[in-house]
């Protein structure tokens, strides 16, 4: 029996030794170490030893059973190692190869455009106003003079989401808001979308920006307002910018005016950009109507103001020498990067 378990330690350590990877590890140790391992057989047949034979042999059989033990274990922390090793070699960050770039956006035409403008009325002392979208046809007709029989109110040029609930078509619904909530001094811009039942062509967008100015005080005239859109053309579009006003109706100023810029492509001899008038229109804008203080709870016998209101698309488009306003809706980055 001495022989036997010689042998099997013999051969078991051979083959430990040989045994070139886990799973055939595990396989060695069921072989002799387990239950119906070559070991535990020794083990089994001690029964028939005598009993002086009996503790000789098992603690033989003991003796081995903590060597190969040990071997197994050794060789499997080996194992291991190499795995470990293998897995660091395979995994390793080369720290010198170039990385993925990682695709920085741009600031959009329009959003530059309002920081701009932002930026310049900032520093004449204005504060920046806002106002709901979806807004309450009180406030974006009625508050504002525009009864409601005019055409802007016509389903064909305003979305309506209830018959007293539409999407603002225009930024000067802010100011009844403003003048409703603030007592004058009010000097205030208000940067928005606005949305008109207009098709899409390249001048034509049923969503656009605009931005609109309100100033009300005591005795502020129509020179402030002059002075204001020189001042902000001027910045806007280049110290050589002239300004003229031309007559015109809107029901919440009076009177009201438009305000056309000379073209700042060409100095206003004539080009594509000014379409050979040397001449753009830029804004509406006048002296708030005596009715729409009062809407709103101001005193138009102690106060006047002056507002404008203008799209920010157009200036965007003058600026960037964009001619299909299509191009700022549709977000193609390639088109969008190289702003
Ligand atoms: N709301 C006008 C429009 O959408 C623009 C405008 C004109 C705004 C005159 C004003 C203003 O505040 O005084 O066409």
Redesign the pocket.
């Known amino acids: 029996m001495k022989e036997q378990i010689a042998n099997i330690k013999k051969n078991s350590i051979k083959e430990i030794e040989n045994c070139i990877e886990e799973k055939q590890l595990n396989e060695l140790r069921v072989k002799y170490l387990g239950k119906k391992g070559e070991l535990t057989a020794v083990l089994r047949g001690l029964g028939n030893l005598t009993a002086e034979e009996r503790p000789l042999i098992g603690s033989l059989v003991n003796e081995v059973r903590d060597e190969l033990e040990e071997l197994i274990m050794k060789k499997g922390r080996e194992f291991k190692k190499q795995e470990l090793k293998k897995k660091l070699e395979n995994e390793s960050i080369d720290v010198t190869e170039p990385s993925k770039k990682i695709k920085l956006g741009s600031v959009h035409p329009i959003t530059q455009t309002i920081n701009e403008v932002e930026e310049i009325f900032l520093g004449m002392g204005y504060q920046i106003a806002d106002g709901p979208e979806v807004e309450k046809a009180i406030y974006n007709f009625d508050k504002l003079n525009t009864p409601p029989d005019h055409p802007a109110r016509d389903l064909q040029d305003t979305f309506y989401v209830t018959e007293d609930l539409v999407l603002r ?4 619904p802010v ?1 009844a808001r403003v003048m409703e909530n603030q007592k004058p001094p009010i000097k205030i811009i208000c940067p928005g979308a ?1 949305y008109r039942s207009d098709s899409i062509d390249a001048t034509h967008s049923p969503v656009f920006h ?1 931005v ?3 100033v009300v005080d005591k005795n502020i005239a129509m020179t402030d307002l002059k002075g204001t859109l020189e001042m902000f053309a001027k910045k806007c579009l280049g110290e050589k910018t002239k300004i003229r006003f031309r007559p015109h109706h ?1 029901p ?2 009076e009177p ?1 005016a438009e305000v056309d810029v000379s073209c700042f492509v060409c100095d206003g001899k004539g080009c594509r950009v000014c379409k050979g008038e040397g001449w753009i229109e830029l ?4 002296m ?1 109507h005596p009715n729409v203080l009062s809407n709103c709870g101001i005193d138009p016998e102690v106060y006047s103001g ?5 799209g920010v698309e157009r200036i965007a488009m003058a600026k960037f020498g964009i001619e299909d306003m299509r191009l700022l809706f549709e977000n193609d980055i390639r088109f969008l990067k190289q702003f």
Do not use: I
Not at 169 to 172: A, Y
Not at 283 to 286: I, K, P, S
């Open positions: 078509s225009q930024t000067s100011q606005v605009q609109e100015g309100l809107f919440f100023t009201s804004l509406g804008c006048g708030v002056f507002a404008f209101g203008f």
